[in-house]
């Protein structure tokens, strides 16, 4: 530490001990030499040394005997109380003596002692000539003052140690014996080496905090989960720390630290949440030092190498240089929500997937969708393969991210399917219905998944970087097809989360496909069905448009249940029947048909509802025993030009609805007995008009039982349903119906629905026009063929 | 008296089970058989038949025979098809057995 200009002219009013305690000159120039001498030696002593104690008793080493015949150095604790951290003397023994002594008896730091005083006040003290007297009334106990008198404690300089407006000490040197007084001047030196020991105290104080702190620092830090980089203005990585490296996809911290700026960043791929590339003049630390500031970035992060993808939150904050007030480094923290945003994806992807899945029963046109939604979210592209009925593979769906390499396959169809006696691939995976992922970290099993020697000319279009082929399962379990998806150009490594989430997806749509399977197989059904049991098609009523659709639950070998009909049994009289025979198989088709033409029979025979029911549940009770039971609604209307009168007549069968042109439904008709079980049975008829707009609805419970027990749209939620039976075409409107009844009972009925609409056609309501009538896709049929008389 | 407690749902899938107990020599040998329908949610008009037979099948044995009422779907069947005029309906076992 330099010597400053004030210091030596200070020093120059010091007496040297060694020469005999003369009084000094103020222009003996020896002797302001020797002064400054002293100061540059505790200069240097001070600057050498950070450690507390060593440093004191260095200091006070340095005054005996040059100074002193004995220096102590008492320190205040934060506690106040005080302690001493030096003590020299001339005589060894004597200073350990004073050493066990003040342990035994420590200053108070309120009483009477010198130190005391000086730490308190701040304040230096001059004490030439110490009587006895004196020693004793600040003795601290009768043991310390025999200590004083008999170690001759003659005259003393007590100089606070200042620092920061706080005084951390007392330097206190000491005369003994008949030793020369100390003076003034004295106390100006003393004060001085005190004021140098403080600074370098308090220096050695914070310096150690700040040790304290930095070693915390830097252990928190560097065992921190989280990911920390600190760049400095040129955008040198001055601090990394181990988990900065690792999730940087390095091994070590050094190699963040020792690169030239900028190397590191093109080792990866850096996307926003939109999928841009980003570049180091992005990053928020790179915003923050160009003096922007930034706010958290969530960039995907891709590892060019291994093509590992993390997902990242970036945020940077600034360390602000206290004097220029200039940022001098960046602190970036990297939070790795990897985890978070690949299930935010995935689910975003798999809620997308299924609402697209569930919507249609075209599967085809679906799981084009799907694949086109895989890419190139999930992978750069995606096929799907279905096993036909011979076992053939067909691809319905693919999708390549890259136009021209999705052209070169063959557009959305894509390249020919494999088949099923490959060894590899798709075909093992229907096979086997075990998921496969490989990535080109094996080559061999990746080529063996991707390759199709037979179609070289594919190469280009199904080259792989990573690929995952899923099965496509129903509810048996056993693969229907398979998804493909695999990751090409871009250098995005497809994951094991990739995997787990392809699985899903195979999962949903081997339940969609095997539902509109199902669904397809149940339309050939109940058309086959219909054509036996239910009229060819509908007649036609003039001004009315009579529409009935029938809808069949039932599994491949169970036919039976609900019936309609519809015809003319006289000039302008017509009759409506929906019916419900109970159980499934040949044996309810048997009674179904019976209960048709019995009741065609007992129409064209001028029986009343009530007469034609009763002949039915007689033909009932005539069968072989075994409780065969059957509802009905019957409805015979007579038409005339502005309206048609209605007859109801119900044998345990539900109301039928009558809508009138507001869309406000009412049931009309009397509950009457189940026909075939009950004798005698009672049935009741009931008359209703019908208006033009106005709609009848007949039905079977089907339609109310759907979605029970959870989920049950029930009568009421049909009565909901028919207020936008307005609004809507009479076929639009039994559409909706069985839309419904199939939503509330999630795509898979378990009873038949039949339903059979009547609306009067007026001079008005563009709604009451007939609808399109050429799709047959449920045994809908429609007028065309004469009455049947 | 025998109670056939009846719960969920009785329609195609759960009638044979149901006609097998009803067939059972259990039933057969009771003076009494009770349907308790309280825990039943649902039943369609298979389920109709079952019950209607079982009815059927203890009048021929000269059985007394009851059912106690079940949830409003099997409430609103037996009245929509009025089956339950014709078969004696109870509000528990209990009153069944309180009779005697």
């Known amino acids: 530490m330099p010597v400053a200009e004030p210091l030596s002219r200070r020093a120059r009013l010091m007496r040297m001990p060694g020469s005999k305690r003369e009084p000094i000159s103020p222009t003996a120039q020896h002797v302001s030499d020797d002064a400054v001498d002293l100061l540059v030696e505790a200069g240097a002593v001070l600057a050498t040394s950070l450690e507390l104690s060593t440093t004191m008793s260095q200091v006070a080493r340095l005054t005996v005997p040059r100074l002193a015949d004995l220096c102590v150095i008492d320190l205040r604790d934060d506690d106040g109380s005080i302690r001493e951290v030096a003590v020299v003397a001339d005589d060894e023994r004597l200073a350990r003596d004073l050493e066990d002594l003040r342990a035994r008896h420590r200053l108070d730091p309120d009483g009477d002692h010198p130190v005391a005083h000086v730490i308190r006040s701040g304040e230096p003290q001059l004490l030439p000539e110490m009587t006895n007297a004196l020693l004793r009334s600040f003795a601290q106990g009768s043991e310390h003052a025999r200590f004083m008198v008999d170690r001759g404690y003659h005259s003393a300089v007590v100089a606070p140690l200042p620092a920061r407006g706080r005084t951390l000490g007392a330097l206190s040197v000491l005369r003994l014996g008949d030793g020369e007084p100390y003076r003034r001047d004295d106390l100006n030196l003393v004060c001085e080496l005190a004021r140098r020991a403080a600074l370098a105290i308090d220096n050695a104080r914070l310096f150690s905090d700040l040790q304290r702190i930095d070693r915390r620092l830097e252990a928190i830090l560097v065992n921190l989960a989280e990911a920390i980089t600190v760049e400095d203005v040129d955008g040198r990585t001055v601090f990394a720390n181990q988990a900065a490296a690792h999730l940087l996809g390095l091994t070590t911290a050094g190699e963040l630290t020792s690169a030239e700026p900028g190397a590191i960043m093109p080792r990866f791929l850096v996307l926003d949440e939109q999928g841009r590339e980003l570049g180091l003049k992005d990053m928020p630390g790179r915003r923050l030092l160009a003096g922007g500031r930034p706010d958290p970035l969530v960039v995907r992060n891709i590892v060019r190498a291994t093509g590992e993808e993390r997902w990242l939150v970036v945020r940077s904050s600034p360390v602000i240089d206290p004097e220029t007030d200039r940022i001098i480094y960046a602190v970036n923290v990297f939070e790795n929500i990897t985890d978070v945003k690949r299930a935010q994806v995935a689910e975003s992807f798999m809620s997308e997937a299924g609402r697209l899945l569930a919507a249609s029963m075209d599967y085809t046109t679906t799981l084009q969708q799907v694949a086109r939604l895989a890419v190139p979210q999930i992978a750069d592209w995606c096929a799907i393969d279905l096993l036909g009925d011979r076992e053939e593979i067909e691809r319905v769906a693919f999708h390549h991210a890259d136009r021209d390499k999705l052209a070169a396959a063959g557009g959305l169809d894509g390249p020919d399917a494999p088949t099923l006696d490959e060894s590899t691939g798709v075909a093992e995976v229907i096979r086997s219905g075990r998921p496969r992922l490989a990535t080109d970290a094996q080559p061999d099993i990746l080529a063996a998944l991707a390759s199709r020697p037979e179609r070289p000319e594919l190469a280009g279009a199904i080259e792989a970087r990573s690929m995952i082929i899923v099965p496509i399962t129903g509810a048996t379990k056993t693969a229907i097809g398979a998804i493909t998806l695999a990751s090409s150009q871009s250098i995005r490594q497809l994951s094991h989360a990739d995997l787990g989430l392809a699985v899903r997806l195979g999962r949903r749509a081997g339940t969609a496909v095997e539902r509109a399977r199902i669904y397809t197989e149940r339309a050939r059904i109940a058309h086959l069905l219909q054509r036996a049991l239910l009229p060819e098609s509908l007649p036609e009523i003039p001004g009315a448009d009579v529409q009935a659709l029938y809808s069949a639950a039932g599994e491949l070998n169970e036919v039976g249940g609900d019936f309609y009909d519809v015809f003319e049994y006289d000039a302008d009289r017509w009759m409506l029947v929906v019916g419900d025979v109970c159980g499934k198989g040949p044996r309810a088709a048997g009674v179904t048909a019976l209960a048709r033409h019995t009741l065609r029979a007992g129409a064209i025979s001028d029986q009343s509802p009530t007469e034609m029911l009763h002949t039915l549940h007689r033909a009932l009770r005539r069968q072989p025993p075994g409780a065969d039971l059957c509802t009905v609604c019957l409805v015979t209307m007579t038409r005339s030009p502005e309206r048609a009168r209605l007859t109801i007549a119900l044998a345990g069968h539900l109301p039928p609805l009558l809508i009138d042109r507001s869309g406000a439904a009412t049931q009309v008709g009397r509950h009457g007995t189940i026909l075939g079980v009950i004798d005698p049975i009672d049935i009741h008829e009931v008359e209703a008009e019908l208006h033009a707009g106005d709609t009848l609805l007949l039905y079977t419970d089907g339609v109310v039982e759907a979605g029970r027990p959870k989920r049950q749209l029930g009568e009421q939620g049909l009565l909901e349903l028919c207020r936008r039976a307005p609004a809507l075409t009479l076929v639009g409107l039994l559409e909706r119906v069985e839309q419904v009844a199939l939503e509330h009972a999630d795509g898979s009925l378990r009873d038949d629905i039949a339903l059979l609409g009547l609306r009067l056609l007026g001079s008005t309501p563009a709604a009451s026009a007939p609808g399109s009538l050429d799709r047959h896709r449920r045994g809908r049929g429609r007028g065309g063929e004469k009455p049947v008389r | ?100």
């Open chain 2, 1 to 100: 008296m025998v109670v056939l407690r009846l719960i969920g749902e009785l329609d195609l899938a759960g009638a044979p089970l149901f006609q097998s107990e009803i067939d059972g020599a259990e039933i057969s040998a009771s003076a009494m058989v009770v349907l308790d329908l309280r825990e039943l949610q649902f039943i369609d008009s298979t389920g109709l038949r079952v019950i209607f037979s079982a009815h059927a099948r203890s009048l021929e044995r000269g059985q007394q025979f009851a059912v106690t009422n079940g949830s409003e779907q099997v409430q609103r069947l037996l009245s929509i098809t009025r089956v339950g005029e014709h078969v004696r309906i109870i509000d528990s076992p209990e009153d069944m057995g309180a009779q005697l």
